[in-house]
């Protein structure tokens, strides 16, 4: 079953920006249907579309987690995980 992912990023936009092609670049691959991203004050605020939970999970235990690690990006404390009824790119 489809996800919808949100969380907030507590980075600044600039930071974001310079990692987001990186994190696509993996995320895609590993299932990733659809991102979006908006600014909130000084933060990143982050929509994501996953196939199901556990291709979210494993992308966030690994790669995304890795990559926050290395860019001192603390992670989310807001992370909602929602089943969808759909997920449809028409």
Not at 11 to 40: C, I, M, N, W
Not at 55 to 83: E, R, S, V
């Amino acid at each position: 079953m489809a996800v919808m992912v949100t969380f907030t990023l507590r980075t600044d936009s600039k930071t974001y920006q310079s990692l987001r092609e990186h994190v696509l670049a993996v995320a895609l691959p590993a299932g990733l249907l659809f991102h979006s991203s908006h600014e909130v004050g000084d933060q990143v605020a982050i929509v994501d579309f996953w196939p199901t939970e556990d291709a979210w999970n494993a992308f966030a235990g690994g790669p995304l987690a890795q990559g926050m690690k290395a860019a001192k990006i603390p992670p989310p404390d807001d992370l909602q995980i929602t089943p969808l009824l759909s997920a449809d790119s028409r």
